[in-house]
């Protein structure tokens, strides 16, 4: 049965995209190799993402992991262009259990984060997988944002460095 994965690059302060949705702030990382990614790439079975997510994603640039992966990719979206390699679906549930079926036993990637909260909210969300980069953004999209607040405890799986990068895995309690 398919976990459902939120993995993610953080900066220090707790942003995953600076303003506008902007993703360049990563380009500028050379965090060299990483052992917790290389592992978890290989045992990803599906991609499920959201509308603005996948903007970025259809580029050359923007492919996703860099292209280092292939396999299905799910988009939660109602009003987004049809693009190669990627399946559109209008519901979160119908998308989830399509990435689930796609992924077996595998992860099922959660990509942004409006996305991973939707999936927390419904009960999905299995583990958080997060990259602190050494960066400060000071403004942008939270890695969780839920106005009126939300506690959501998480139970340590590993935490490790990779260069100047630290990797927290959790799983959802």
Known sequence: MAKFLYHITMSLDGFVAAPGDDMTWLSGLRPG???VVERVLGEIGAVLMGHR???????????????????????????????????????????AAAAAAAAGDGYVAVLGATTARRCLEAGLLDEVLVHVAPVLLGDGVRLFDHPGGTRIRLEPREL??????????????
Request: net charge negative; charged share 15%; aromatic share 12%.
């Open 33 to 35: 190799p990483n052992p």
């Open 53 to 95: 997510t996948y903007a970025p994603a259809t580029t050359a640039e923007g492919r996703v992991y860099g292209g280092r992966w292939t396999g299905p990719v799910f988009v939660v979206t109602r009003d987004a262009a049809p693009s190669d390699g990627f399946i559109l679906l209008g519901d979160l549930g119908e998308a």
């Open 160 to 173: 490790s460095t990779a260069g100047p990068i630290t990797n927290g895995w959790y799983r959802v309690a």
